[in-house]
């Protein structure tokens, strides 16, 4: 096994460098200028045109490429164009708030999809299974865009409205009181800001990892084994958690390495509307401000995630199936 994740780990070295390069290139494609912040009726041009030469946005793509790769590969990510300050810092305050979204969000994603699920699969043709099929399909058709802004409307402005105790925060990562609050509100309160981007990256993941799991506990619930284990009088929740539920968890897995992307990819979109102050949001900042170093930085991060996260997939293969071995 240890030979396998070292292999694999140095197989994603090529990978993640062809990432990185591919970033730099089409980033030097894409309209727009850098130094184009600076532009102002009270700033001259020849001091517009030093900026250019201070970034180094002078030199050949050549050239450019090589220092960048250079400095990239001692983790020296660059300095900010817009923030003036080491994108190795604006990485180190956004991310941490990204994986503590992503997280909750995979967990929660996979606990009710699996749930819901088996719940399907156990419950066919009934009316359990149409409901949460019709609610399954509803949700996996939704744009996050759009599904956020309806939890936003309906559990932070409406609910309120109609009597209901639920007033959720809709922006930010904190309350504007949170320094003054004790130990255990500021957890609540953390956690409170936390419901909705998450119960958004959730619910429209979730609804496929359950559509995915009732197909899978369908055929496995029909195989030989599960009839001898029915026969020897086994109970019928042992039958399902232990002999079906654990066989049709191994192509689950691999749906950890092909939501992975879409997790990262909407947490973009999730942390702009809910003002989360993660990567996704410093990403989206930086296109419209065309800060060059923080969005190959955070592009490169969001690649080298997605690679580690196909890489755990395929070591939980092992876990999940013990007949699989690698070495």
């Known amino acids: ?3 396998y994740a070292a292999r694999r780990t ?13 970033i730099f290139i089409v980033l030097d494609l894409a309209p727009g200028d850098p130094a184009a912040l600076y532009f102002n009726p009270n700033v001259p041009p020849e001091v517009v045109e030093q900026l250019r030469r201070n970034l180094g946005l002078d030199q050949p793509l050549v050239t450019r490429y090589g220092k960048w790769l250079g400095s990239f590969l001692t983790g020296d990510f660059g300095y900010s164009f817009a923030q003036n300050r080491p994108v190795a810092q604006v990485i180190g305050d956004a991310l941490p708030n990204t994986l503590l979204l992503a997280f909750v969000a995979l967990a929660a994603m996979f ?18 299974d149409r409901v949460l099929s019709v609610g399954a399909l509803f949700f996996y058709s939704m744009p996050s865009f759009w599904l956020a802004l309806m939890l936003m409307l309906l559990f932070s402005l409406k609910a309120h409205q109609w009597g209901l105790p639920i007033a959720l925060p809709a922006t930010g990562i904190t309350s504007v009181d949170y320094e003054f609050l004790s130990a255990w509100g500021k957890l ?46 086994l109970p019928e929740r042992t039958v399902i958690l232990k002999h079906g539920l654990r066989n049709s968890l191994i192509p689950v897995v691999t749906l950890l390495g092909l939501y992975l992307p879409l997790l990262f990819s909407g947490t973009v979109f999730v942390e702009t509307i809910f003002s989360w102050p993660g990567m996704g949001r410093v990403i989206f900042d930086a296109i419209f401000q065309r800060d060059y170093p923080v969005i190959m930085a955070t592009s490169f991060i969001f690649a080298g995630l997605v690679v580690l996260g196909n890489l755990l997939a395929d070591l939980l293969y092992a876990v999940v ?6 070495d």
Do not use: C, F, N, S
Not at 10 to 22: D, F, H, K, S
Not at 111 to 128: C, D, F, T
């Open 10 to 22: 140095l197989g994603a070295i090529p990978l993640l460098l062809a990432v990185a390069t591919l």
């Open 321 to 326: 199936d013990p007949r699989i071995r690698y």
């Open 188 to 233: 609540t309160d953390r956690l409170t800001h936390l419901v909705l981007p998450a119960a958004t990256l959730t619910l429209v993941l979730a609804a496929g990892v359950a559509r995915y799991t009732r197909g899978q506990m369908l055929e496995v619930i029909r195989q030989d084994y599960i009839r001898t284990a029915r026969a020897k009088g």
């Open 1 to 3: 096994m240890l030979r």
């Open 111 to 128: 606990a009710i999809g699996i749930v819901v699920g088996v719940l399907q699969a156990v419950r066919q043709h009934r009316w359990v």
